[in-house]
């Protein structure tokens, strides 16, 4: 990317979005306008993908929904984001979990977890 | 008022607005300009004022002629020399640096560039024929079809779409919105995209077809 391109998206760049990773168990909390009250919604999945780069970067959160699979893709440094929370950790061999898509019952949500240890030693 | 400055097309980006949406930007260097020369109806004939602009990090040689046309109106050597005509053009002086001051957030531009080459191209990427059949023997896939009559009128009818030469041609995109003014970076952030390379050369201007004003959204 060009300096100058950084430079100018700069501002928009959130330095606290880059805790969660591919294989994250999170809730992304959106905040959401009615009319002129605003509220937080929170969307619970499993971010199976992370694209792109500097203020455009993206990422997909997957989640079942009464039995059907639902994907969001937020943009990274969206303002509308308030926080994301990490709820679990996980170790991932692909950078992009599209193959989850295509699993049915207990392993569309599962993912291997990253161990306690592993945890403790980080 | 009537004004146009010389920039080039930085690349693309997005913005969050007001309402936090994502705004697609394209980051265009604007200026700064130089007036190089007044044009006036007893001299030339026609009303107009000549700017000139050195892109940021472009240092090609210049012609003698240019370096000429550039001393004798006491500017600096421009590495490209453009006009546009004015009915009046008492406020221009040469020597006088046009900035994206002019331009602000909100106001309408229009952009004028050279599309991206595409070299020779056939009737259904140039004209988006529709070309026939893949298979089934069709024997005709991205053929032009019929080029016209027969002996009555014994040749094909001018403007006849057909293959050629595709892009590289100068287009004006209009009514751009300017998100953002950097003046300190001689840069502006329109909405949209706009035509040809990054780094390429272009023209930009108030809208012509804005209505009355500054700042009409």
């Known amino acids: 990317m060009k300096p100058i391109v950084e430079e100018i998206t700069q501002q928009d760049i959130k330095e606290d979005r880059d ?4 294989g994250d168990e999170v809730r992304v909390h959106v905040r959401v306008r009615e009319g002129d009250k605003e509220r937080i919604q929170i969307f619970k999945g ?13 990422f997909t959160v997957r989640r079942i929904a009464s039995g059907v699979g639902v994907e969001r893709v937020f943009p990274v440094h969206s303002p509308l984001i308030a926080k994301v929370d990490v709820d679990r950790d996980s170790v ?19 993912v291997k977890e990253r161990r306690l240890v592993e945890r403790a030693n980080k | 008022m009537n004004f146009a400055l010389l920039g080039k097309k930085i690349g693309m980006s997005q913005v ?8 697609p930007v394209t980051i265009v260097e604007a200026g700064p300009c130089t007036v190089t020369q007044i044009k006036t109806l ?27 046309h550039c001393k004798k109106n006491g500017v600096d050597p ?26 602000e957030a909100g106001e309408k531009v229009d952009v004028v560039a050279t599309t991206k080459g595409k070299g020779f191209q056939g009737v ?28 009555w009128p014994g040749h094909v009818f001018k403007n006849k779409k057909m293959p050629g030469h595709m892009g590289s041609r100068s287009r004006t995109v209009q ?23 990054n780094g390429s050369l272009l023209t930009v201007r108030p809208a012509i077809k804005r209505k009355s004003g500054k700042g009409v959204s």
């Open chain 1, 19 to 22: 805790h969660f990773k591919v």
């Open chain 1, 46 to 58: 499993i971010v199976i993908a992370r694209k792109g780069r500097g203020v455009e970067e993206t």
């Open chain 1, 92 to 110: 991932t061999m692909r950078a992009r979990m599209y193959y989850i898509r295509d699993r049915i019952g207990k392993g569309a949500t599962k």
């Open chain 2, 16 to 23: 969050f607005d007001d309402e936090n949406n994502v705004i």
């Open chain 2, 42 to 68: 007893d001299k030339e004939g026609y009303t107009a004022v000549q700017i000139g602009y050195n892109p940021s990090c472009k240092k090609a040689p210049k012609s003698k002629p240019l370096v000429g």
């Open chain 2, 78 to 103: 421009q590495a490209v020399l453009s006009e546009f005509r004015t009915p009046e053009n008492d406020e221009y002086e040469t020597g006088h640096l046009l900035t994206v001051d002019k331009f």
């Open chain 2, 124 to 151: 259904v990427k140039r004209w988006n024929f529709a070309g026939g059949p893949a298979s089934h023997g069709s024997m005709f896939h991205r053929r032009g079809g019929s080029y016209g009559l027969c002996q």
């Open chain 2, 175 to 197: 009514n751009l919105k300017v998100i953002k003014v950097l003046p300190e970076k001689h840069v502006i952030l329109v909405k949209g995209s706009i035509p040809g390379h």
